[in-house]
């Protein structure tokens, strides 16, 4: 590096000579020129300084890529095995199940149209489907006993064929109308005031009372049903067990409350749950392997 000696120059100090002006401008130029290289070579040395003491620590040691600069021989993994993916199905919409029932519905051109051409042969049908829902209705059934006279032995009588209108007696509720507030109650969950409401919507009105007197007389039907089911569940290799305390109450006096019972049966066996209710506070073992034991 050059060093430079700095004076500072007054008017008096100028010389008078126009030659002696113009080197002294030269020489002065000259120096600016150093002094300006010397300062950048500064900068430049202190932007180091400032890398290598406050710089992340990739920056702080300078040649380290060239760490990596000789080629490694790295051994060549296996060639992956082949996978076979099944065919994309198409992202339209899905087809319809062919189990439901279908109505066909064709639209031909009017005579007007057909007029306007001079031949018309059909050579095909375009065809698309929609599907559609047709809500809930009620409808009466009547049920028709023709009655006969029969005479045998000189004796008259009135004969009529049996019939059942309704599982139920003196009832006019159908088996399956019985059987749609049972689904509608533990399958769906919908309360007794949704379903009066429902039926309302569809021109009946089924009072509470009535519907609940339906639902306690069907299950005591089905009652018949719970022993095999029961030993369909208790023949299963797990059970999940749940009991819920309910409140009793007959005539009005209010009974002890008494535990409810669920008993599902896990896989295996098809997955079928049963109910029932007992006096007693628990009815648990904490055997790894306990015997089944009947559902009271």
């Known amino acids: 590096m050059m060093a430079c000696v700095l004076a500072i120059l007054t008017p008096s100090d100028l010389p008078t000579d126009p030659d002696a002006i113009r080197a002294l401008a030269l020489e002065q130029n000259r120096l600016a020129c150093t002094l300006w290289e010397q300062l950048e070579i500064l900068k430049h040395q202190v932007a180091q300084l400032n890398r290598a003491q406050f710089g992340a620590s990739s920056e702080r040691l300078p040649g380290q890529a060239e760490l990596f600069a000789q080629p490694l021989d790295l051994p060549t993994p296996p060639a992956a095995p082949e996978v076979k993916v099944a065919r994309h199905t198409g992202k339209g919409r899905?087809?319809?199940?062919?189990d439901l029932p279908r109505t066909r519905i064709e639209y031909d051109l009017s005579e007007g149209q057909k007029a306007s051409f001079d031949t018309l042969e059909r050579i095909g049908e375009e065809r698309s489907e929609t599907l559609h829902y047709e809500p809930a209705k009620l409808r009466v059934i009547e049920h028709i006993r023709f009655k006969y006279v029969a005479t045998k032995d000189g004796e008259s009588t009135i004969v009529t064929p049996a019939a059942q209108p309704s599982?139920?007696?003196?009832?006019?509720?159908?088996?399956?109308?019985?059987?749609?507030?049972?689904?509608?109650?533990?399958?769906?969950h919908l309360?007794?005031?949704?379903?009066?409401?429902r039926y309302a919507r569809l021109g009946m009105h089924l009072p509470r009372a009535t519907l609940c007197e339906w639902k306690l007389a069907s299950a005591e039907l089905l009652a018949t049903l719970l022993p095999p089911l029961r030993n369909h569940v208790l023949q299963a290799p797990r059970l999940h067990l749940d009991d819920t305390t309910c409140h009793y109450s007959s005539a009005g006096a209010p009974l002890p409350d008494r535990p409810i019972y669920g008993a599902t049966s896990g896989p295996g066996s098809g997955r079928r749950t049963a109910y029932g209710s007992t006096t007693r506070q628990r009815c648990c073992s904490s055997s790894l392997n306990p015997a089944p034991a009947p559902i009271p």
């Open 191 to 197: 309360p007794i005031n949704r379903q009066e409401t």
């Open 94 to 98: 899905p087809a319809l199940p062919t």
């Open 167 to 188: 599982p139920l007696p003196k009832s006019n509720a159908s088996a399956g109308l019985l059987a749609s507030i049972q689904v509608d109650t533990f399958v769906d």
